[in-house]
């Protein structure tokens, strides 16, 4: 008898939130709302650890960033571990508009940063928190079609990128996936919906 025909998976339908230990208080409000724009909006003890706080911050898209506090603790910037298992960094996403206007604003604040770098796909900051976290600012590079989402656009782009066997993404391979997905997913009248060019 096949032992794996009683499990099954556990669905996951998103983050529902990420927890992070931090410092004092105040050092997680100005960093997560006065930094990052992030609305504080909802605070209580630490329901475990009775020494603790647990404040609340909306990264932008309903979901939950949440920060252990407690007065003793000092923001030390030491870049914290990245041993396996540990966080790597933590990416946030901001628009284009925004994106391009991040340097200037670390810069007026004396934060070190990566700058721009292009990841095909996206283009993306890295810069660390007050904490030592590694954290990334990222900005998709393309709108999904109606009805689609980014993910549908990745993994076009990532089928068309190994069919052609180009070593890493990029933007042709996102525009063609998004004419792909429009074509397959979206109706016209037309009988033939070929690339044409009526300048000939």
């Given at each position: 008898?096949?032992?794996?025909?009683?499990?099954?998976?556990?669905?996951?339908?998103?983050?529902h939130h990420i927890t992070i230990i931090g410092a004092d208080r105040q050092t997680s409000i100005d960093f997560w709302e006065g930094v990052l724009g992030m609305p504080f909006i909802f605070d209580q003890p630490?329901?475990?650890?009775?020494?603790?706080?647990?404040?609340?911050f909306d990264?932008?898209?309903g979901r939950l960033i949440t920060i252990f506090t407690n007065e003793d603790r000092k923001p030390d910037p030491t870049a914290v571990p990245e041993d396996t298992g540990s966080l790597h960094h933590l990416a946030l996403n901001v628009s284009q508009a925004t994106f391009w206007q991040v340097p200037a604003r670390l810069d007026a604040r004396g934060v070190k940063h990566s700058g721009p770098v292009d990841r095909g796909f996206m283009d993306s900051i890295y810069f660390r928190d007050p904490l030592g976290l590694r954290i990334e600012l990222a900005s998709y590079r393309f709108e999904p079609p109606e009805g689609c989402r980014h993910a549908d656009v990745m993994i076009e782009a990532h089928r068309?990128?190994?069919?052609?066997?180009?070593?890493?993404i990029e933007k042709e391979h996102l525009a063609d996936a998004i004419e792909l997905l429009v074509q397959r997913d979206q109706q016209t009248l037309s009988s033939d919906r070929s690339a044409r060019n009526p300048y000939a």
């Amino acid at each position: 008898m096949n032992k794996n025909s009683d499990i099954k998976k556990i669905q996951t339908q998103g983050v529902h939130h990420i927890t992070i230990i931090g410092a004092d208080r105040q050092t997680s409000i100005d960093f997560w709302e006065g930094v990052l724009g992030m609305p504080f909006i909802f605070d209580q003890p630490n329901l475990d650890n009775p020494n603790e706080g647990h404040l609340y911050f909306d990264p932008g898209d309903g979901r939950l960033i949440t920060i252990f506090t407690n007065e003793d603790r000092k923001p030390d910037p030491t870049a914290v571990p990245e041993d396996t298992g540990s966080l790597h960094h933590l990416a946030l996403n901001v628009s284009q508009a925004t994106f391009w206007q991040v340097p200037a604003r670390l810069d007026a604040r004396g934060v070190k940063h990566s700058g721009p770098v292009d990841r095909g796909f996206m283009d993306s900051i890295y810069f660390r928190d007050p904490l030592g976290l590694r954290i990334e600012l990222a900005s998709y590079r393309f709108e999904p079609p109606e009805g689609c989402r980014h993910a549908d656009v990745m993994i076009e782009a990532h089928r068309i990128r190994v069919a052609r066997g180009d070593h890493h993404i990029e933007k042709e391979h996102l525009a063609d996936a998004i004419e792909l997905l429009v074509q397959r997913d979206q109706q016209t009248l037309s009988s033939d919906r070929s690339a044409r060019n009526p300048y000939a």
